[in-house]
Each structure stands twice: as C-alpha cells, then as structure tokens.
C-alpha cells in the first residue's frame, strides 16, 4: 500500500476505518482503536456492492453488472487493497532475499508479478460475479456483505498475531497495547461467526464453504509472508483481503 496519509482528524475509531478503508474522508491516520471497526466497514462495502449487483443484474446482461460491481469495489476502496495485492505480489512471488522483497514492495511501479496477478484476479472476480446468479438484493447483499466483512476481520487478526516487519509504515499504526488489540480481536471473531450465519442464510449448502474459502485464501497469503517476510505489511494485508473475497467468490459460483 503505498498510499500515504498525514493527519489523524481527530475521528473516534468508526471514523478512522471508514477513511482509512474506503474514499469516503481519506487523508486520516488510522489507529489500534479503528481496528475493531474494520469488519463493519467490510460488511457495509460489500452489502452495498450486493444491492447494487442485484439491482444492475435486472437492468443489464450477468457480464455487464459484474464489471460495474468490481469496478464499483475499486472505487469505494480507492484501490488501497488491490495496490497491495500488486505490490505483494511483486514481493513475495519472485526468488529474492527478504531484504530485496521489502524494498521491491515499497517501489511505486508494478512489475510482472503484480501485474499478472492483477489481471487473473480481476477476470476471477468478473467470471464469478458474471455466473453467481442473486435471487433477491438480500440474498445478495447476503453474500458479499460477509464475504467482505471476513476478510477485513482476517487483516485485524493478522495485525494481532503476527509480527509488523518494517520499521515505519501505516500499519504501524495498528500496534498497540493488548487490551485494544484483544478488543479488535473479539470483533473480529464475532463478524466471522455472524459472517457464517449470514451465508448460511444465504445458501445453506454453499454457506459454510464460502467462508472457509475466504479463510483459507487469506489464510495462505499471510502464511506465504510470514515464511518469506517473517511477518506482514500493510500491502500483505491488502492482499490478503483481496484473495480471501476472490476465491470466495469463485467457491459461490460453483454447481452447488
């Protein structure tokens, strides 16, 4: 994530996650306290990505309301994610001594990596949405309300139990003392659980393997880092995020 921001503004924690997380009051330092915020603002991102996916779907062809949803999403998150996904990628992907991994992270231009798994990613997320078709705005409000809402509880998670591996950076603004972190920690948990609610209301049969696919493609992201990093960045956690919704997204589409 290479965006960079100057001040706090003086907001409480809500605040913070919604200018820190969304093109909605950018330019505020965020701090622990936004943490426990983060899967609300997941959850209202995606919920209303789903009404509008389901309102678009009865105006325009599957493929048409796809690309307006995805590029709805990059919109709303002033692409602060999908910037470290590309970055992430450029990192971690390569052979490169973790030192050289840092620093390629911290360089403005995509590279190959980047770029590759910006575009396999993107056409994952339109296929995905162009297939899955949303039966009701709730149902699909549903969907992506959890999907998105767990894979910002899995950046909180990350920032609590995993080590912070450069000297400076914004999410260096999410270390804090315990009880704030254990705090984040407990929402976090508790949107999870709500997320699997949601989805099993969703679809009952596909529920449960949605959010294990968000789990597990988060999952595999901040393992991959912690091997060849020793830890996380904020550009891993935006990656994280990203990968975690894509390959949910994909397990929806499935012939369930």
Not at 6 to 33: D, I, K
Not at 138 to 157: D, E, T
């Amino acid at each position: 994530m290479t965006t960079t921001v100057s001040r706090s503004g003086g907001r409480g924690g809500a605040g913070q996650a919604v200018a820190f997380l969304t093109v909605f009051g950018r330019g505020v330092v965020p701090t622990p306290a936004s943490l426990a915020w983060f899967p609300v603002v997941g959850a209202a991102i995606g919920t209303s990505l789903g009404v509008a996916w389901w309102g678009l779907e009865q105006v325009f062809p599957a493929a048409v309301a796809a690309v307006v949803v995805v590029a709805a999403d990059l919109v709303m998150t002033g692409m602060l994610h999908f910037d470290g996904l590309c970055d992430s990628a450029d990192g971690l992907l390569p052979h490169l001594s973790r030192k050289r991994r840092l620093e390629v992270m911290r360089e403005p231009q995509v590279g190959a990596f980047g770029i590759l798994t910006a575009v396999v990613v993107l056409v994952a997320r339109l296929v995905a949405l162009s297939t899955i078709a949303p039966v009701s705005w709730w149902k699909a409000a549903l969907l992506l309300g959890a999907v998105w809402a767990v894979s910002r509880s899995v950046m909180v998670m990350a920032t609590a139990r995993m080590r912070y591996v450069r000297a400076e950076g914004i999410a260096a603004a999410f270390l804090s003392e315990n009880a704030t972190v254990g705090l984040a920690v407990g929402c976090a948990l508790g949107a999870i659980a709500l997320a699997a609610a949601a989805l099993i209301a969703w679809w009952p049969v596909a529920g449960i393997p949605v959010l294990a696919a968000a789990l597990a493609g988060a999952g595999a992201v901040l393992l991959l880092a912690d091997r060849r990093l020793g830890g996380y960045t904020g550009d891993v956690l935006g990656a994280a995020g990203v990968i975690g919704e894509t390959l949910a997204l994909l397990v929806a589409a499935a012939r369930w």
